[in-house]
């Protein structure tokens, strides 16, 4: 099958991980893909290094090479708004955040482009079908991660995302590791310095999946999560991790009693790693994405 792939996101984030953990395995597998990602990003300089098939993005491009292809894959918002102008074959769309769609007609007339979607997150897939989309139309993938050969000795040090975006938590995290009297370490490069970590710390307003989490689960480490959107999809509370509300005193709490039981600490990060192998392996995602791919064809 040949597949082009569009990511038109600036940063290397979660969504941008898992379009290059998907072109890997893609080409892996023997089929023919390309990449377009936008100029000097991250995105595009990483497949480059690799050798993957990968060209800056412009809507000439797009145009250009979409006849070439047996689907298009959009992987962003601004790639879906795109593609659903310029595409005329089968359009494959990832949604992966947890937000109501918009109810304009531009909006209906975007999402009712695509031949299929592929939804981060049974919460996320539930948000699609609100605005109207048809289940039929609808995969859950989820996301795929890594899993390390061995997890590392868990620390005492607590790590969570550094994020400026006011729907991500940082302020509640913050706040409630002065409540409970312990150091917080908030990190823009998480998987280095999970490293000797005791939990991840994960509070968000709205999340669709949280790849952060399971970046941290296949490490073996647990995680503190805030029960919102699709995180209790990952996060078991109690076996792989902690699920909170969002409050202070709830989050505060939750760093306590993680930090005060290093045993059971190390045995929900065991359960989370091996939650990660069976459930967000890279190779998982991969072929529930040429699951949909042979759906869009045949609709």
Same mark, same amino acid.
């Given at each position: 099958?040949?597949? =082009?792939?569009?990511?038109? *996101?600036?940063?290397?984030?979660?969504?941008?991980?898992?379009?290059?953990?998907?072109?890997?395995?893609?080409?892996?597998?023997?089929?023919?893909?390309?990449?377009?990602?936008?100029?000097? +990003?991250? =995105?595009?300089?990483?497949?480059?290094?690799? &050798?993957?098939?990968?060209?800056?993005?412009?809507?000439?491009?797009?145009? +250009?090479?979409?006849?070439?292809?047996?689907?298009?894959?959009?992987?962003?918002?601004?790639?879906?708004?795109?593609?659903?102008?310029?595409?005329? *074959?089968? =359009?494959?769309? !990832?949604?992966?955040?947890?937000?109501?769609?918009?109810?304009?007609?531009?909006?209906?007339?975007?999402?009712?482009?695509?031949?299929?979607?592929?939804?981060? !997150?049974?919460?996320?897939?539930?948000?699609?079908?609100?605005?109207?989309?048809? !289940?039929?139309?609808?995969?859950?993938?989820?996301?795929?991660?890594?899993?390390?050969?061995?997890?590392?000795?868990?620390?005492?040090?607590?790590?969570?995302?550094? !994020?400026?975006?006011?729907?991500?938590?940082?302020?509640?995290?913050?706040?409630?590791?002065?409540?409970? @009297?312990?150091?917080?370490?908030? +990190?823009?490069?998480?998987?280095?310095?999970?490293?000797?970590?005791?939990?991840?710390?994960?509070?968000?307003?709205?999340? &669709? =999946? @949280?790849?952060?989490?399971?970046?941290?689960?296949?490490? *073996?480490?647990?995680?503190?999560?805030?029960?919102? *959107?699709?995180?209790?999809?990952?996060?078991?509370?109690?076996?792989? &991790?902690?699920?909170?509300?969002?409050?202070?005193? @709830?989050?505060?709490?939750?760093?306590?009693?993680?930090?005060?039981?290093?045993?059971?600490?190390?045995?929900? &990060?065991?359960?989370?790693?091996?939650?990660?192998?069976?459930?967000?392996?890279?190779?998982?995602?991969?072929?529930?994405?040429?699951?949909?791919?042979?759906?869009?064809?045949?609709?």
């Amino acid at each position: 099958m040949r597949i =082009l792939h569009i990511d038109c *996101g600036q940063e290397m984030r979660g969504g941008q991980w898992q379009a290059l953990y998907l072109v890997r395995g893609l080409r892996a597998r023997g089929h023919e893909v390309r990449l377009l990602a936008r100029a000097r +990003s991250p =995105l595009l300089e990483r497949a480059r290094a690799e &050798g993957l098939d990968a060209l800056p993005f412009t809507a000439w491009e797009l145009a +250009s090479q979409a006849r070439r292809f047996d689907i298009v894959h959009a992987h962003d918002a601004r790639s879906h708004a795109l593609a659903a102008l310029i595409v005329g *074959g089968p =359009l494959v769309v !990832s949604r992966r955040v947890g937000f109501p769609l918009r109810s304009s007609l531009a909006s209906r007339w975007k999402y009712a482009r695509a031949r299929h979607y592929i939804a981060v !997150s049974e919460f996320v897939a539930g948000r699609l079908m609100e605005a109207g989309v048809s !289940s039929a139309d609808i995969s859950v993938v989820y996301d795929g991660v890594p899993v390390c050969e061995r997890a590392g000795q868990l620390g005492a040090r607590l790590v969570a995302p550094a !994020s400026e975006d006011p729907m991500k938590g940082s302020d509640l995290a913050a706040s409630a590791a002065v409540r409970a @009297g312990v150091p917080i370490q908030f +990190s823009t490069e998480i998987a280095r310095d999970l490293d000797g970590a005791r939990a991840l710390v994960y509070i968000t307003r709205s999340e &669709g =999946l @949280g790849s952060a989490a399971l970046v941290a689960m296949a490490a *073996g480490v647990p995680v503190i999560a805030s029960r919102v *959107g699709g995180l209790p999809e990952a996060v078991v509370d109690g076996e792989t &991790g902690l699920l909170v509300e969002n409050t202070v005193d @709830g989050i505060a709490e939750a760093m306590r009693r993680i930090l005060a039981d290093p045993a059971s600490a190390a045995a929900m &990060g065991a359960a989370a790693r091996k939650r990660a192998a069976e459930r967000f392996s890279i190779d998982r995602m991969v072929e529930g994405a040429i699951r949909c791919y042979e759906k869009a064809a045949r609709s």
